[in-house]
């Protein structure tokens, strides 16, 4: 069963590689990270026994229970989608490089993230790669995240070809 596209289906994908610029600072917003989010991220996929057993992390180099840096990595990217490249018409991811994990998260840290973009590189197939530095802070405004990140973001060009081709069938 079909359902009618809900407000935000309709809004979304409005902004295309032309309209982004570089040097542009985009907030992402806060998400707050949970004891239990933590242990169910870790069971699932970063079973270590400082992300998930309590009295084995106290003999941990951390101390205590952290969460896992791909979940870490989860958080940013959930929140630029959600506050940004939801609207955005992005093809593909391309790749995720130079990640470093500068201070644990746990539980109940707020992580508030932004980015920035660095370089948009137009191609003659309709489309750009469009690499971004972000970041992650929590709430005492320490650095927990840094991350490059490339997407591909269709051109305007591209749409009016995929119209085109769309209408001939």
């Known amino acids: 069963m079909t359902h009618p596209p809900s407000a935000r289906e309709q809004t979304r994908r409005t902004i295309f590689a032309e309209d982004l610029k570089t040097g542009v600072e985009y907030n992402l917003g806060t998400y707050l990270v949970t004891a239990e989010e933590i242990a ?7 079973p270590q026994e400082f992300h998930v057993d309590h009295v084995a992390a106290r003999d941990s180099f951390f101390g205590h229970v952290v969460a896992s840096g791909i979940h870490t990595l989860a958080v940013f990217q959930k929140l630029t989608v959600e506050s940004h490249l939801w609207d955005w018409n992005v093809m593909a991811g391309r790749g995720i490089r130079d990640i470093r994990f500068r201070r644990p ?15 948009i590189n137009t191609d003659s197939r309709g489309r750009a790669a469009v690499t971004s530095m972000g970041t992650l802070h929590n709430q005492n405004g320490q650095l927990v995240l840094e991350v490059t990140t490339e997407a591909l973001v269709q051109t305007r060009e591209y749409d009016k070809t995929r119209d085109n081709r769309s209408r001939r069938r």
Do not use: K, M, P, Y
Not at 40 to 46: C, K, Q, V
């Open 105 to 119: 998260v746990t539980a109940n840290d707020r992580l508030a993230g932004r980015f920035v973009i660095d370089q």
């Open 40 to 46: 169910d991220f870790a069971s699932s996929w970063d």
